[in-house]
């Protein structure tokens, strides 16, 4: 197979900024190849996939050196109609990509755009609809499906287009784990039956790892690693001060490497590691030793005093259709707590009828000895505070200082009181110096700080966070799990995080709720939940992947929850010599 | 399963351009009559037209209940400003303003006209698919930029609608108020849901912008295909024929004649 694309020393800077997003860039890629891209937010990683289409620069103007080419043509002669035939691009947010009033019309689109006859058009949108399995939607509009399905339809309009590349830009950040696997399949199949080339832009490396040819490491603008997944991956420490988190099995398989001196390589699959551990492993377990580690290990706090009680709680928005079957749980002071489960679970359902923005239908809601149904939201909103998923939602003020008084200003706290809080918040959050910046101007990351410290001046003793690490990578996830977890132990605030994150839930939390359809299926500290593997199954979740690994390799009792438990687990064996 | 049976309905089936022609000839025939009980009968007819294209009561009934505060609104505000004919009988005075039987035939009569624009307005837009908008803009000759634009912005009211409803979820969780009976202090109390709102319909549209040139829209806009054509049938001619008809109709009587005033049918009662 031929060089298809090819980066000759390529830089290039968006107007108006300092330093380059791409900077002097040279790398080629094969036909046929599937290619990962990760690096931490900020890389250039986007930029360089929509170089590829001309995008970037057409769009957005800034300065390029250097050239690109696509099977020996140099692309800087096309213009962006022409690239997107040649180089398709499915974006992060799927609803932020549809045009058409039904799924069929959203297929047809692009080809439409090509002036192709209509029988032709026709046929590209029944073979392609029948490839992402959603003929039946053919009629429906596209705004109404599900956000996996909505990507799974856009997906099928790029498809259409029949491009050469395919190149995906973080295609499942805002999918939960059954709309993300349900997009990779569709990206192996397509790789496998078309033999297209496919670039894909991903953080979540545990999930395709398996399915790529090469795995490209971009830091600063810059390529820091290029070659086959086990090559790049057996660099773990250095791809995590970059910030990039090899699948845990990897991080497992280099720590041993390193203090056993071992030189076993990078598993790819799960099966792999599984099949490189047992092979590594002891005859006979010493059962009594892990024992004894698994007493040392961090056991969740403990907590009595219910701040939050739900009895039996309905809830529905149509009668016909009831969304929360009779939930019982509560929530104590002082804990972390993490509810799980895919989309549509009831999680985000059930966390609104804390602070009274749904109304029990049936059973009730008790908030600090109050029952929901007859207190207004404002003022539940003292107790429970609630942080949206995209700060963009709430802030609206060109001052931070301002965005914070809102809410005390909304309870009708006196202005003295307020400074003070404001004051006490900028502190615990870390944002002193920037509270009289525009929020306009500030990054996300910081924002959604903002949206934080603006829950916090209400002085709320429970703070909901709704899915706080969705479309961020791993070192802005902690960052950000980091600043809750902050609040929680030092200034003694509940917390109730929703997420799909599993080894985020494992990590941080003292209990795990896990949801499915409107139920509780199951709750316990996170060793309790994760040892119910198909229990989690059944709600399109999993145990965190050392969990999974050390559980397929035969270590079953304790449970390691973590990779420190897993080495610690595994410390206490006197591990073969590889093979 | 309403919403199939309206997809399957007669108006539903009709090709867009006819559809945009009945809402235009209503429109025009709102205006012409002006008699409160000649409306009566162009709204029952609406309704039987609702009906009989697969409308459940409960929908109608949706489209109508905002309506109500307005219908009130529109026939005390017009009813004041009616010119009474010569001697004509005061039944009554309110805030020193006459009442009499022509204020409260204009009331009457505008407020029905009112609810009937409204009522043709929501029937047309609900009996019509956005991607056929697009198509018959295009027949117009609109470019395609302008007229996928406007497709765009249709299918788009629903997800902003639902952006909307989670700002104010998210500002009611910060102790915002909406309920407010001052107009003053709702609109103030409104301003962290405005700017959002549009702080995220920027950002959306940018990246639909973004969305559609890697769809290749910018390739050869003029000459790109259609997949769905429109086209005039019989029934659409007849459709036409009909209304064209009956505003000829319409239009000969009210203005040689000068049928359908606003004492039209109250003075041929009153006249027997």
Same mark, same amino acid.
């Given at each position: ?26 790398? $080629? ?15 250039g ?11 970037v ?10 050239k ?7 692309? $800087?002669?096309?213009? @962006? ?33 090509k002036?192709l ?5 026709n ?30 339809i856009v997906?099928? $309009?790029?498809?259409?287009m029949?491009?050469?590349?395919y ?9 939960d784990?059954?709309g ?13 039956d ?10 979540k ?5 398996d399915?790529?040819?090469?795995i ?15 090559d790049v ?5 250095e ?7 090899v699948?845990? @099995? ?6 041993i ?11 790819i ?41 739900v009895k ?17 749980m509560?929530?104590y002071?002082?804990?972390f ?32 000895g ?20 995209n700060p ?15 809410g ?12 003070k @809080? ?68 030092d ?48 709600s ?11 559980k397929?390799a ?16 595994? $410390? ?5 010599k590889?093979? | ?29 709102g205006?012409m009559?002006?008699?409160p009980?000649c ?22 009934w ?24 010569p ?11 006459p ?23 929501d029937l ?6 956005t ?6 803009l ?12 406007i ?24 102790g ?20 959002p709102g ?15 040139e ?25 459709v ?8 000829c ?24």
């Amino acid at each position: 197979m031929g060089e298809l694309i090819r980066f000759d020393h390529v830089s290039y800077t968006y107007p108006g900024a300092d330093d380059p997003a791409v900077d002097d860039v040279s790398l $080629s890629i094969n036909e046929g190849e599937i290619v990962l891209i990760t690096g931490p937010s900020g890389a250039g990683k986007t930029t360089l996939c929509s170089m590829l289409n001309r995008i970037v620069p057409e769009s957005y103007g800034g300065d390029i050196s250097g050239k690109i080419f696509i099977e020996g043509a140099d692309i $800087s002669q096309y213009t @962006i109609g022409q690239m997107a035939f040649i180089s398709g691009l499915l974006f992060q947010d799927p609803s932020g990509q549809l045009t058409s009033a039904t799924v069929g019309d959203e297929i047809a689109f692009g080809p439409e755009n090509k002036g192709l006859p209509v029988d032709k058009i026709n046929s590209l949108v029944d073979e392609y609809i029948g490839y992402v399995n959603m003929q039946k939607f053919i009629k429906r509009p596209p705004q109404a499906l599900s956000g996996g399905q909505q990507q799974s339809i856009v997906y099928a $309009s790029v498809l259409a287009m029949e491009p050469e590349i395919y190149i995906l830009d973080e295609p499942t950040s805002n999918l939960d784990p059954l709309g993300s696997d349900l997009v990779f399949r569709l990206m192996k199949k397509v790789a496998t039956d078309k033999k297209k080339t496919a670039i894909i832009v991903e953080h979540k490396l545990e999930k395709i790892i398996d399915m790529v040819d090469r795995i490209i490491i971009m830091d600063k603008g810059k390529i820091a690693f290029n070659g086959t997944p086990k090559d790049v991956l057996s660099h773990y420490k250095e791809l995590s001060q970059i910030g990039v988190e090899v699948p845990q @099995i990897d991080q497992v398989i280099n720590r041993i490497n390193e203090e056993k001196g071992y030189k076993l390589p990078a598993p790819i699959t799960l099966s792999e590691g599984v099949n490189e551990l047992k092979s590594i492993l002891p005859e006979k377990l010493p059962v009594d030793a892990m024992q004894a580690v698994g007493r040392t290990f961090k056991e969740p706090r403990k907590f009595d005093k219910p701040i939050i009680e739900v009895k039996d709680l309905h809830f529905y928005y149509n009668p016909e259709v009831e969304i929360l079957h009779g939930i019982n749980m509560d929530i104590y002071d002082g804990e972390f707590l993490s509810i799980v489960g895919q989309n549509g679970s009831g999680k985000t359902t059930i966390v609104k009828t804390f602070n009274g923005l749904h109304k029990p239908t049936g059973g009730s809601v008790i908030v600090k000895g109050v029952d929901t149904k007859n207190a207004t939201v404002a003022k539940l909103s003292r107790s429970v505070g609630y942080c949206f998923q995209n700060p963009d939602h709430q802030i609206f003020s060109s001052v931070v200082r301002d965005e914070l008084t809102y809410g005390p200003k909304n309870v009708g706290m006196p202005q003295e009181e307020i400074d003070k @809080i404001v004051d006490e918040v900028a502190k615990m959050i870390g944002i002193e110096d920037i509270l009289d910046e525009n929020p306009y101007n500030l990054s996300k990351g910081q924002r959604q700080q903002i949206a934080v410290a603006a829950i916090l001046t209400m002085q709320p003793d429970v703070i909901v966070v709704d899915e706080p690490t969705t479309g961020q990578d791993p070192r802005q996830s902690h960052q950000m799990m980091d600043m809750v977890k902050k609040l929680n132990t030092d200034y003694g605030k509940t917390i109730v995080v929703i997420t799909h994150d599993m080894s985020i839930a494992a990590e941080y939390s003292d209990r795990i709720i896990t949801m499915h359809n409107g139920t509780i299926i199951a709750q316990g500290t996170p060793r309790e939940v994760f040892k119910e593997e198909e229990m989690l199954n059944s709600s399109n979740l999993e145990p965190p992947q050392v969990t999974r690994l050390l559980k397929r390799a035969g270590i079953t009792d304790p449970v390691a929850i973590d990779v420190d438990e897993a080495m610690q687990l595994l $410390s206490t064996m006197d591990l073969k010599k590889e093979a | 399963m309403e919403n199939n049976k309206i997809e399957k309905s007669f108006i539903y089936s009709l090709d867009p351009r006819t559809k945009m022609l009945i809402l235009l000839l209503m429109i025009f025939i709102g205006v012409m009559v002006m008699d409160p009980f000649c409306t009566l009968i162009i709204i029952f007819c609406v309704y039987l037209t609702y009906r009989a294209n697969g409308f459940s009561n409960k929908q109608v009934w949706k489209t109508t209940k905002p309506l109500l505060f307005a219908f009130v609104l529109f026939f005390i505000l017009n009813f004041p400003f009616a010119t009474p004919l010569p001697d004509e009988e005061v039944y009554f005075k309110v805030l020193s303003i006459p009442v009499t039987m022509t204020g409260i035939l204009t009331g009457l009569g505008n407020a029905l006209r009112f609810m009937m624009f409204i009522w043709i307005a929501d029937l047309i837009t609900q009996v019509t698919p956005t991607g056929d908008i697009v198509l018959a803009l295009n027949k117009a000759h609109v470019p395609p930029e302008a007229s996928i634009a406007i497709g765009i912005a249709f299918s788009y009211i629903p997800v902003l609608k639902k952006e909307i409803g989670t700002i104010i979820e998210a500002q009611k969780s910060r102790g915002a108020n909406f309920e407010s009976k001052n107009v003053f202090k709702k609109i103030k109390a409104y301003i962290p849901v405005i700017v959002p709102g549009l702080f995220i319909s920027i950002m959306r549209g940018r990246d639909i912008a973004r969305a559609i040139e890697a769809r290749g829209f910018t390739y050869d806009p003029v000459n790109r295909t259609y997949r769905n054509e429109i086209k005039l049938r019989g029934r659409d001619f007849a459709v036409i024929a009909f209304m064209l008809i009956l505003f000829c109709i319409i239009a000969y009587l009210s203005i040689t004649k000068g049928w359908f005033g606003t004492r039209f049918v109250y003075t041929l009662m009153t006249r027997s």
